[in-house]
C-alpha cells in the first residue's frame, strides 16, 4: 500500500527532547567521550591563553575534538567538517553544543594554531596521550598499521586562482594536407 505524506507541519512540530537523546548509544563518539579524558589540555595550553583580559576564547577541548572529528570520520577540509558539525546532532553532542548554539567558523581552528600552537610541539603532546588512552582503552587495534601516502590534490579555494582563457586555432586542413602522412601525424599527435 502507498502512503503519501503530504502533511508538512511536523517538520515545525515542537517537541522537548535532548541531544543526548538522539545520540545513538553506539555512535563512536560516545564510546571516545566515555573513555578518553580531555582535561589534560587544559594543563598543557594554559600559558597560551590570558585568563583576565580580551574576549572569551574558543573551548581549547572543542578545537581539538573538532580536529578528531575531523581526521576520525575522514572529512576533507576544516570548511566541510564545520558543515558537517553544523548538521550532524552526534558530533554537536561530542563538542557540547546544543541544538541553537553557534558553531565556531571554520577559521577560528586556523586562527588559533597560528597564534598559539604553530612552532610547539603541543599538538603532538595532544595527540600522543589521546592515542595512549584509545589504545588502553581497547578503540585502536595495533595488530596491523595502515600508511596511506596517496598524493592528493589539495582542497584548497578554487575561487582564489586566476582564470586564464587560452584561445586554440583549429586549422582545417586541405586535400592535399590530407594526402601528406607527416601532416596527418602531426595533427593527431
Not at 12 to 19: C, Y
Not at 155 to 174: L, R
Amino acid at each position: 500500500m502507498l502512503t503519501i505524506n503530504k502533511d508538512k507541519t511536523r517538520r515545525e512540530q515542537v517537541e522537548f527532547i535532548s541531544v543526548d537523546q538522539l545520540v545513538p548509544e553506539d555512535h563512536l563518539v560516545r564510546k571516545i567521550e566515555k573513555v578518553i579524558n580531555f582535561d589534560f589540555i587544559y594543563d598543557l595550553v594554559k600559558d597560551m591563553y590570558c585568563l583576565d583580559n580580551g574576549r572569551p576564547s574558543i573551548d581549547p577541548v572543542v578545537l581539538i575534538k573538532i580536529v578528531l572529528i575531523q581526521y576520525m570520520f575522514g572529512i576533507k577540509s576544516m570548511r566541510q567538517t564545520i558543515k558537517e558539525i553544523e548538521t550532524n546532532l552526534a558530533y554537536r553532542w561530542f563538542l557540547g553544543f546544543g541544538f541553537t548554539d553557534n558553531i565556531p567558523h571554520f577559521s577560528t581552528f586556523s586562527k588559533n594554531y597560528e597564534r598559539r600552537f604553530k612552532g610547539t610541539d603541543l599538538f603532538e603532546k595532544i595527540f600522543k596521550k589521546v592515542l595512549q588512552q584509545a589504545i588502553e582503552y581497547g578503540l585502536v587495534n595495533i595488530d596491523a598499521v595502515f600508511i596511506d601516502s596517496t598524493h592528493i590534490k589539495a582542497n584548497a579555494n578554487k575561487k582564489k586562482y586566476e582564470k586564464v582563457f587560452i584561445v586554440k586555432q583549429h586549422i582545417i586542413p586541405s586535400k592535399n594536407q590530407f594526402k601528406n602522412a607527416n601532416y596527418f601525424n602531426l595533427a593527431c599527435f
